[in-house]
């Protein structure tokens, strides 16, 4: 096993863009709390996997924290209440995306303080396996970089597989985004607590938090922590947790925040297509994530909050908030000084890989770390020229796929062969569409052509079933 | 001289060797064709579009001739080209039953309301993505073409509401659009059946007919008129049990509130559906 920070210089990875940052606006503005609003939407299903059960009535009241869905599956996740007041209504709401989804509606109560009680530290130590992943499952923890995959999929190591070191991201690669940078400055000591928790249930022998040089504060601030923490360890006073911690800065490029370009940029290995980092002994998780679960064991607080920076060219008044998760997303850009009148766009997530918002009715999520707004916009009457083969998006790929040939295919209606050139390992994160001077939409049709091929091997496999449950 | 001649000499033994186990092979391994499978597969219209369940035209003209189907299995060709057929092989040229495809869905751009502006990739499968470029009911026609585009016999052409038309004379019920359609919105169905269900949304009351003028809301009225059960309420969607023959009067559809439930002779949407009263249409964002 390679030592980590194999190579004493900043690592990254093989190709990557250089996207204008423009973190100018939010970097250096402390975290600041979201009045409470009068009515908070909680979708049932924020990830995949399958949606949380109710526990709840309509009419009933509720507190701040308390449980409102419980998990259906494994892959799945508990929710709770964001804030003390009753419960409206189970429903259909709509989703950012504009679909319509089951969610619990729940008006605040006006005249309630709104304090958290501070529930009792939950044994995280002594506890079976099992145990701890139903802490952390009921906590309704999920992974805050934005795919919000629950985390204690992530820290359950499977039999036969081991870790050997954690990997904290705290790369925050994508522009506009700020609320991990500043976690990082504001919170080193609860990221260090989460890691150390997650550390010792993970096995893993240390644990290493990549940071892209462009945050030096937030590198020099963890550095402090960790310094603190070594006192303490000295001390004999840090919980019994001692393994090493390391704060590496990796170069800044994006997709640098992507997990396997992470490893690679931190130990020079290589995670292979079709495999997960734990396959090689890491396990990779988001800085803010550290923070919840620090929280969840220590103060019992369920994840009901998170940092959202809000940017963009038409918000007046750029921010990092710290919003209860439910709170319309209306309210929150409202709050920022609303949206300019040249409004064209608004983004949940980073402009690379973030989804459009279709009404801003719909709610802020677990995995939401940026709300932004922009007044340009693509001019939906310019059509994307034809593809000159210059090969940019060649080398933009961090996933070595030919973006130009599928992009080709997509174009001409061949989307089934688009597999055998590996769409499928495509992550979406939007490198060969920055980079082309055609301006093709790329990433979308990658996006839709996996659909398209997910939806025809559902079909076929529901045929085969169909056929050997006849026979 | 000698050399040239060895080389040629074993040249030439190779060959007559070969000839030899070719003609051979050719006597006694080989497989006897009908010669009718040839003649039948040129009267087909070898657009091997799939429509009769087969992979393509010759493997139709195969069960063809050992009487696995009958001519007018072939929704493509025309009746007096299956009765060519039939006569080819001295069969019945059998029952066709004339089928074609059908949206569920009649909520169109002036019916569906619509709460965003779409930018993205033109197609039903990118829009189908991110909302459903922007129309309120995530269950309905997306609008872009994607059956269109799909159809390989132009039966499919959309119309100014945004939504696909197809023609009952053109389509061959091969089934493209079905498998285009990212919302699953089509459906096969025997021409001759007139009543049609024009609505996909799971919801019911206020909460479906908030979307779209033309949605069900659920209210049972069309099953409840209905004879047997030829129409029951299934996930607050009336459906038609087309097998039992189907319905022979519009009375079934007359008591609809929305008209989501259609008595439908020959194409779709020849009738304008009543369209959205305004002041529900949302600013696009901000």
């Known amino acids: ?471 | 001289m000698e050399l040239l001649l060895v080389a040629a000499g074993i040249m030439a033994g190779l060959g007559f060797a070969f000839g030899l186990i070719l003609a051979v092979a050719y006597r006694f391994l080989r497989v006897q064709e009908d010669p009718r499978l040839g003649l039948v597969e040129a009267a087909l219209p070898g657009s091997n579009c799939g429509a009769c369940g087969q992979p393509g035209c010759r493997a139709f003209a195969e069960t063809l001739l050992s009487g696995e189907s009958k001519p007018s299995g072939c929704s493509v060709s025309s009746p007096e080209a299956v009765e060519r057929i039939a006569d080819m092989l001295g069969v019945d040229a059998g029952q066709a039953i004339k089928r074609v495809a059908r949206l569920h869905c009649a909520g169109g751009k002036a019916q569906a309301l619509n709460f965003a502006e779409y930018q993205g990739v033109s197609s039903c499968a990118g829009a189908g993505l991110v909302g459903s470029a922007g129309k309120s009911c995530t269950w309905g026609c997306i609008g872009l073409g994607d059956c269109e585009t799909a159809c390989t016999f132009g039966a499919i052409g959309m119309n100014d509401n945004g939504l696909p038309v197809v023609s009952v004379d053109k389509c061959t019920a091969c089934g493209d659009c079905v498998v285009a359609c990212p919302r699953d919105l089509f459906e096969i169905l025997p021409a001759d059946q007139h009543v049609l269900v024009q609505c996909s949304v799971p919801l019911s009351g206020a909460d479906a007919t908030a979307l779209c003028t033309v949605a069900c809301d659920a209210c049972g009225r069309c099953a409840q008129d209905a004879p047997g059960k030829l129409i029951v309420m299934h996930g607050n969607l009336p459906v038609v049990d087309y097998a039992a023959g189907g319905a022979a009067s519009p009375m079934v559809v007359a008591r609809c509130p929305t008209g989501a439930i259609q008595w439908v002779v020959g194409d779709q949407f020849q009738e304008q559906a009543p369209l959205r009263v305004g002041g529900r249409q949302h600013a696009p964002v901000g």
């Not at chain 1, 194999?6 to 402390?30: N, Q």
């Not at chain 1, 922590?225 to 840090?238: F, K, L, P, S, V």
């Not at chain 1, 608004?346 to 802020?364: E, K, R």
Request: aromatic content about 4%.
């Open chain 1, 1 to 471: 096993m390679a030592s980590p920070g194999a190579g004493s210089g900043p690592g990254t990875f093989r190709h990557g863009v250089h996207p204008d940052g423009a973190k100018e606006a939010t970097e250096h503005l402390p975290v600041e709390r979201m009045p409470f609003v009068e009515r908070y939407t909680v979708p049932l299903a924020q990830h995949l996997g399958a949606p949380a059960i109710p526990v709840v009535q309509p009419g009933q009241r509720v507190q701040r924290g308390q449980l409102v869905a419980r998990a259906a599956a494994f892959v799945s996740t508990a929710h709770h209440a964001p804030v003390t007041g009753t419960v409206v209504s189970i429903g259909k709401e709509r989703y950012p995306s504009g679909a319509l989804v089951e969610a619990i509606v729940i008006d605040a109560d006006r005249f309630d303080p709104q304090m958290l009680a501070p529930g009792p530290a939950a044994d995280w130590r002594s506890v079976s396996d099992k145990d701890f992943m139903a802490l952390v499952q009921g906590g309704g923890i999920v992974g805050m970089g934005g795919a919000a995959f629950p985390s204690h999929v992530k820290l359950s190591v499977p039999e036969g597989k081991g870790c050997d070191q954690l990997v904290i991201n705290g790369c925050e690669c994508e522009p506009f985004l700020t609320c991990d940078h500043r976690t990082m400055v504001e919170r080193p000591d609860a990221v260090l607590r989460g890691v150390d928790i997650a550390g010792t249930r993970v096995g893993c022998k240390g644990a290493v938090i990549g940071v892209e040089l462009n945050k030096p504060d937030g590198i020099s601030s963890l550095q402090a922590a960790i310094e603190r923490r070594q006192a303490r360890i000295a001390r004999g006073d840090n919980d019994g947790v001692s393994f090493p911690i390391r704060v590496h800065g990796v170069q800044v490029k994006y997709p640098q925040g992507a997990e396997k370009m992470l490893i690679k940029a931190l130990f020079d290995r290589e995670v292979p297509a079709g495999k997960l980092p734990l396959d090689l002994g890491y396990v990779v998780n988001n800085v803010a994530t550290m923070v919840a679960l620090a929280e969840l064991v220590d103060g019992g607080s369920p994840l009901i909050e998170r940092v959202v920076t809000v940017s963009g060219s038409a918000v007046r008044r750029p921010a990092n908030l710290l919003v209860p998760v439910g709170t319309p997303i209306r309210a929150v850009l409202d709050h920022c000084g609303g949206l300019t009148a040249q409004v064209r766009q608004v983004v949940m997530g980073g402009p690379m890989m973030g989804m459009p918002v279709a009404t801003l009715d719909a709610p802020v999520l677990k995995g939401t770390s940026g709300l932004l707004a922009f007044e340009e916009a693509r001019d939906p009457l310019k059509e994307a020229g034809p593809c000159i083969k210059c090969g940019q998006c060649l080398e933009a790929c961090p996933y070595m796929l030919n973006p130009s040939r599928m992009g080709r295919l997509a174009r001409a209606g061949r989307v089934l062969e688009m597999e055998d050139w590996l769409v499928m390992d495509c992550v979406e994160c939007g490198a060969c569409t920055w980079v082309c001077p055609s301006e093709i939409p790329l990433v979308h049709l990658f996006r839709s052509a996996k659909a398209t091929i997910r939806k025809k091997k559902a079909a076929e496999q529901a045929a085969a079933k169909k056929a050997g449950g006849a026979s």
